[in-house]
Nanobody, 117 residues
Framework: QVQLVESGGGLVQAGGSLRLACAAS????????MGWFRQAPGKERELVAD????????YYADSVKGRFTISSDNAKTTVYLQMNSLKPDDTGIYYC??????????WGQGTQVTVSS
């Protein structure tokens, strides 16, 4: 079992920056990737960015390319999401998740990001 704890959300004006962090503990040795998802009010949860451990490949949703950067520490137990040039459309609850053998199956509690115009 894996436990995930997010931090770093908050209220920021459009154009500002925030850095989210997700700390993983527990049985992380059998995982393949970690990702950040977000859910805006009235919308489905969407994958924003993820990073795979083997090869270090990174994925970004088109809506955040060039503005968000995902990274991890060397131990692969903490993943960060640097968010720059934030827009009101980036508002939502941001969740980190870890991908095991059956997909993204462990989730954090979420952290609220609010971008004011």
């Amino acid at each position: 079992q894996v436990q995930l704890v997010e931090s770093g959300g908050g209220l920021v004006q459009a154009g500002g920056s925030l850095r989210l962090a997700c700390a993983a503990s527990g049985r992380t040795f059998s995982t393949y990737a970690m990702g950040w998802f977000r859910q805006a009010p009235g919308k489905e949860r969407e994958l924003v960015a993820d990073i795979t451990w083997r090869g270090g490949s990174k994925y970004y949703a088109d809506s955040v390319k060039g503005r968000f950067t995902i990274s991890s520490d060397n131990a692969k137990t903490t993943v960060y999401l640097q968010m720059n040039s934030l827009k009101p459309d980036d508002t939502g609850i941001y969740y980190c998740a870890i991908r095991g053998g059956s997909g993204y199956d462990s989730w954090g509690q979420g952290t609220q990001v609010t971008v004011s115009s």
